[in-house]
Each structure stands twice: as structure tokens, then as C-alpha cells.
């Protein structure tokens, strides 16, 4: 055997059949039935699997187009429909809720949302994201693809608000106080709660809450922000507070 | 005629083929092309057609499902496979760069990233976004979506960095100074610059730029933030300094 013969005999063979168990496992895991089902979630595309691999994660399955699989039966079994050169197959994890400061959801049923949130969170806070009842999946194709790698970074948690320590502030847009007057005096762990884009908040949560608070918008803008724009100037204006060095 | 009658007979007729012009005008609207080329968009639901309503924008097309058209061939020509009850025809239209503040985008390519940065600006600049090189076309119906209706309050304008008035502050990972500090002594006019998820903003932009400044981010965070979250905390930082009671 010549070395290029050596190489080929050595390599795994290449995927050629759509009925392969790996791909029909990646295409079942677009479905919510099949991730609660299984435990596992796909992440698509080069970025995500490589903070997967920073963050220490090892894929329970890793197809790369053109060396393991057939490019065709990679792109048809995309979730996203992006033309992924790489698909990796995980475990899902979830964190415990915690931390200085945290986002707590409830109802946020948008997954690109859910994912912003934890990409947010990732960025200006120290905790988890925090995900009530009637939050969209975060191990969804939109939700992980909007968390821009955050997913395997900073799992998120799985909680009801009454587990949460510490300060919690409601954003709400009929709040008397802005935030940044609520937060003025809040002791930390802060956790700002924030609800689904058109319910907000359950009335139970937003009496319970240490405080509620408003975002400050023109009085010629929008009604509400979405809750990922909401999250994420919360956010910003704790960690001003709370660490204004970091 | 007894009432009944008589009320059918008043009613315009309902469309019950795809080959209908009109639907087949919203169908060709999810194509950058046919906008280009008609000049016109598609809005879809009712919470945009009703946005479109109160900001005075009258609909070139009016399909209500049930009333005007079947639901399902309604269902068929919505780009956002949500099953709309209603699709509205508009006519484009663009802003002139202005305002005391104000975003520019500068290659920003993901259509949801400049719908989310027109609907924040809505909520807290007094300017509208300016539209430079390589970005994502406003009037795609996943940036219409993403807008929520600002896109019709507060159309975008379409300009050049060179166009700008005023401050210009360019948001750059890399740069020196925080938001907050370069933020301190802008005179107003001040246009927020960025560019877009990957590449940033040009070479050219960066250095013309009146200054540079970063988000902070947590130093185990992500390393950069996207375009639309980025934006937003600019914005809200500038209205928090510009405008500290709106």
C-alpha cells in the first residue's frame, strides 16, 4: 500500500445514503419532541462548533461536508438551510440559577429571542439566563443559532421566578420608575424578569418582584421594545452599576 | 333583494385563484428584484398593517384572508409562513439622514439585525437609521417583521458615511475608550456608527470617525456583540446622556 491508499483505508467512510441513522438523528432534532426525547440538540456551522470545542463540550456526533458526509445530504439535513460545512450533535445541559446579576423569562416564546437573551447575558452578566414557563426551547436551531455560541459558554437555567435570590426587578412599561432609578438602590443578586413580547409579565410575578421598572422610550416611539432589546439594555445598565469596570 | 343579498352583492368579489395579479404581485415581493423593480414591499399581520394605518401610510393592496382572498391561497403567498390574516401592499419610502441622534449601519447584512436596529431607534433616537454600503434591504419582509412597525413611523434613510453631520462615533471592539467616556463630551449632532456582525466597519470609516468606542464586555464574554444589541445599548446610553427625562 502506497501512502495515499494507507490514508483512504485509515479514514471513516464517507456518508452517502439519506437514511443514515446520524443524519435522520440531526433531522429529528429540529423537532422539539425529538431533543426532549433524546436529551441532545444539533448546533450548524463552523463558529458554533468551534465554541463548542472552546467551551469544552465534545459532540456526540460531528459531521464535516465533504469528509464525513456527502455535502448534498449535510445541506438537506440542515435545519436552518444555510448550507452548514459542519453539523455537531450535543448533550443538553442547563445551569443552576445564580450569580450577580441574571435575566429571568417568562413566556418568552420567540426562540431568536431566547437566543439573543443568552448571548446578552453572556456578555454583561455573571449568571445564567433563566428560563420560566413559557419560554421557547433555547435548544432549538433559531434559539442556539441566535445565541451565537453563548448556548455552550453559559448554559441557561430552568427555574419558576419563585427560585430566584435575591433582588428582583420587573421590567414592565407601566412602571412608575425607570430602571435606572430602581436600580439606584437595589442590593445584589439582581435578577431582572422580563415577560413575552405581547403578555408581559403575569400579574403574580410582577407583585412578587422587589420592584417593577420601565425602560425610558420617546413618547413618539413604540409601544414596547422586544424582550431581547429590553434584556439586553437591563443588562447593560446593571453591569454599569454593579461593575463598572468590567 | 332582501338585506342580505344585497350586502353580497356590495361586497367585492373574493379572490379563489393563485393566479390572481395581486397575489401574485406579494408573492414577487420577497424577492429584493421585484421590490426593486415595483418600488413596493409587503407588510404582514395585523399589527403591521395596523402600524401602517396610524403612521398614515395608505396600502397600494389590502388582502384580508376570508374577506378578500381564501386563507389558504393568502397562506401560500406569505413570505413568513405564519399564516397572516391579512397582507398590506405599501409604497417604499426613505428618510434624509438627520436628528440629534442617530444610528448608521455599514454592511449589516442580516435582514432581522436592521429591522430590530430601525424598531430601537424608534424607541429611543429622534433620527432615523442611515443606510450605508452592503446592508440588508429594510423592505425585506424579515426586516419588516423584525421593525414591528417602526419601519412605517420612522422609515430608514439610505446615505454614506460622508453624509453624516456631526459626531460621529464608530462602536469598535477594539477601541480605547468606553462608550461612556467617549459619550461624555460628544456635541451633539452624534451618529452612532457600526458595522456589520463579522467583518465591522471599514478601515476608512474608522479612522474618519470623530471617535471609537467599545461596549464593555465581561472578559469571559463573547467577543463581540450583534449589530442589533450593540446598537441598542448605544442608543441607550446617548438617550441616557442627551436626554436623561425622555
Known amino acids: 500500500m502506497d501512502a495515499e491508499s494507507l490514508e483512504a483505508a485509515s479514514r471513516p467512510t464517507m456518508i452517502t445514503s439519506p437514511d443514515n441513522t446520524q443524519l435522520k438523528l440531526i433531522r429529528g432534532l429540529a423537532r422539539k419532541k425529538e431533543r426532549d426525547k433524546s436529551g441532545l440538540f444539533a448546533a450548524e456551522g463552523e463558529d458554533l462548533v468551534e465554541a463548542a470545542r472552546l467551551a469544552g463540550w465534545e459532540p456526540e ?5 465533504g469528509e464525513d458526509v456527502e ?8 435545519a436552518l438551510g444555510s448550507g452548514s460545512r459542519v453539523i455537531g450533535v450535543y448533550r443538553q445541559r442547563f445551569s443552576q440559577p445564580g450569580g450577580e446579576r441574571s435575566v429571568y423569562l417568562h413566556g418568552a416564546g ?3 429571542n431566547v437566543g439573543t437573551v443568552i448571548r446578552c447575558a453572556h ?12 419560554c421557547a426551547d433555547p435548544f432549538s436551531p433559531k434559539a ?3 445565541a451565537m455560541g453563548s448556548t455552550f459558554a453559559r448554559p441557561p437555567a430552568k427555574a419558576g421566578f419563585e427560585e430566584l435570590a435575591g433582588t428582583t426587578i420587573a421590567l ?8 435606572a432609578e430602581e436600580m439606584a438602590g437595589a442590593e445584589p443578586p439582581v435578577a431582572l424578569c422580563l415577560g413575552g413580547e405581547r403578555e408581559g409579565l403575569p400579574p403574580g410575578v410582577l407583585e412578587a418582584a422587589t420592584a417593577r421598572a420601565r425602560i425610558p422610550v420617546r413618547d413618539d416611539g413604540p409601544e414596547s421594545l422586544n424582550v431581547a432589546m429590553a434584556a439586553t439594555i437591563g443588562l447593560y445598565e446593571l453591569a454599569r452599576r454593579m461593575a463598572p469596570d468590567a
Chains 1, 2 share one sequence.
Open 172 to 179: 414592565h412599561a407601566g412602571a412608575e420608575n425607570s430602571l
Open 144 to 146: 442556539v443559532r441566535a
Open 61 to 65: 456526533v460531528l459531521l464535516r461536508s
Open 110 to 112: 420567540d426562540p431568536g
Open 71 to 78: 455535502p448534498d445530504l449535510l445541506d438537506r439535513v440542515s
Open 123 to 134: 456578555a454583561l452578566a455573571d449568571g445564567p439566563v433563566v428560563l420560566g414557563p413559557g
